[in-house]
């Protein structure tokens, strides 16, 4: 069974930190790797996907890596803005037939 | 632009009731839509996915004469809480996969909060 989990579960950094979250996997069989973003009561919002073939993803400030063989991901923002507050979580597919596992979240606030 | 669109955005009803929250893919055709629950301070919990023309399929745990899930076209699925109690209230989220490289979409969820 896959399990994904997420490191650190809360963090708390200056603005203008560059910053990095984990994400850990046990099952490396997985089709694609997605970071997203939650605000308080609200839905996701997809930032990056990583499919198995790739090792990173950028967008903007966002860089996302994936070392599949080991069963890990990273998420480094770069410049952190006090817009950046919200909970990321992590998620994998394991392809056709199978649904996404989400990590726990990793929440982050970043101080003005 | 939004992918997926889930109504209401939040709905308060009286325990006893019904409540409908319906999840609509935008601009393609999903013949499939996952349904989740989200505690406070939790990651999401899948509940069913939804296949069109055809049953859910629940996950474990979930009662599926509670939670009646329809999916009568491909561009739209419905959860109905069926007899809500307080027990129930809870953040609901919808989502499809879209596109060859299997990308997840989410809806913006739907506060549940029974009284």
């Known amino acids: 069974k896959q399990e994904v989990t997420q490191i650190p579960a809360a963090l708390s950094v200056p603005e203008g930190e560059n910053l990095v979250l984990n994400c850990s996997f046990t099952?490396?069989?997985?089709?694609?790797l997605q970071w997203f973003r939650q605000d308080p009561g609200k839905g996701l919002t997809s930032l990056l996907l990583i499919q198995s073939s790739q090792r990173e993803q950028t967008s903007g400030r966002l860089n996302a890596s994936l070392d599949k063989s080991s069963g890990r991901s990273t998420l480094y923002i770069a410049a952190s803005q006090p817009g950046d507050s919200a909970t990321y979580l992590c998620?994998?597919?394991?392809?056709?037939?199978?649904?996404?596992?989400f990590g726990g979240g990793t929440r982050l606030m970043v101080k003005p | 632009g939004a992918v997926v669109s889930q109504h209401p955005s939040w709905v308060i009803c009286k325990s006893g009731t019904s409540v409908k929250i319906e999840c609509r893919s935008l601009d393609f055709q999903a013949t499939t839509m996952f349904w989740y629950r989200q505690f406070p301070k939790q990651s999401l919990m899948l509940m069913a996915t939804s296949n069109e023309g055809s049953k859910a399929t629940y996950e474990q745990g979930v009662e599926k004469d509670k939670f009646l899930i329809n999916h009568a076209s491909l561009t739209l699925s419905t959860l109905t809480v069926t007899s809500a109690h307080p027990e129930d209230s809870s953040f609901y989220i919808c989502?499809?996969?879209?596109?060859?490289?299997?990308?997840?979409?989410f809806g913006q969820g739907t506060r549940l909060t029974v009284v």
């Open positions: 989502s499809v996969l879209r596109g060859l490289g299997t990308e997840a979409f």
């Open positions: 998620a994998v597919y394991l392809g056709a037939g199978n649904m996404l596992t």
């Open positions: 099952d490396s069989a997985i089709y694609n």
